[in-house]
């Protein structure tokens, strides 16, 4: 069965240092993964996601992650934080077959410290 | 903004009372998602519709039904409620439903039940 598993259900990071959320998967073919971010009282907004391809994919906001296979990670990535990234952070894979229905992470709450 | 409209935004109701989700999503997306997110659940699929047909069914209650409209939008209706029931529900939007497609989120409906 596919599960998402986020390690780390808070990070603090200063403004201006990198970052690096964990996302591990588990699902038997070639998933597809995904990366959305929530901010206090509002939806769930798109990162970036990954079909296939290039294993290291590029998103809104100066984000970026790596697809790992042989570690079934997903890790995303930013270099230098902004205050405006504090929000919560969710990793999700996507089944194949008849339906679409994505199985997420618990998600990482990120703080940016001044 | 996603595209993808959720009412009401907030929603207050005793146990045991039944109440209605709505959902519209975005232009040309034929199909609807939806997911509960919860603080000891997390996000969790409920249900897809492609079309007015159900396409997947996630860990939705008995208690709990869906369906879509001709005119593509969706709802969810949530019956004798329980105080367990107060969540956060989150509509989502794709093009076709198929495995791997990028869900756009609404800002979700607020459910407290008291």
């Known amino acids: 069965a596919q599960s998402v598993t986020q390690p780390d259900i808070h990070i603090t990071v200063s403004e201006g240092a990198s970052l690096e959320l964990r996302c591990n998967y588990s699902?038997?073919?070639?998933?597809?993964l995904f990366w959305y971010v929530q901010s206090p009282g509002q939806g769930l907004q798109l990162l970036l996601k990954y079909f296939s391809g290039d294993t290291l994919v590029q998103g809104i906001k100066g984000f970026e992650a790596e697809f790992k296979r042989s570690q079934s990670s997903f890790n995303l990535r930013k270099p230098s934080v902004h205050w405006s990234d504090a929000a919560e952070y969710f990793c999700a894979v996507g089944a194949s077959g008849t339906g679409n229905q994505f199985y997420f992470g618990t998600g990482t709450s990120l703080t940016v410290i001044p | 903004d996603s595209g993808v409209t959720q009412t009401p935004k907030h929603l207050i109701t005793a146990t045991g009372q039944r109440v209605t989700l709505r959902c519209s999503p975005r232009s040309g997306d034929l199909s609807v998602y939806w997911y509960q997110q919860s603080l000891d659940q997390g996000l969790q699929f409920l249900i897809q519709y492609y079309n007015g047909e159900e396409r997947a069914k996630g860990n939705i209650l008995e208690r709990f039904s869906a369906q879509q409209f001709p005119d593509l939008h969706s709802e969810l209706n949530l019956s004798s409620l329980e105080l367990g029931d107060s969540a956060l529900y989150f509509c989502?939007?794709?093009?076709?439903?198929?495995?791997?497609?990028?869900?756009?989120f609404g800002p979700g409906t607020r459910l407290l039940v008291l």
């Open positions: 989502a939007s794709s093009v076709y439903g198929g495995g791997g497609e990028t869900q756009y």
């Open positions: 699902y038997g073919a070639t998933p597809y």
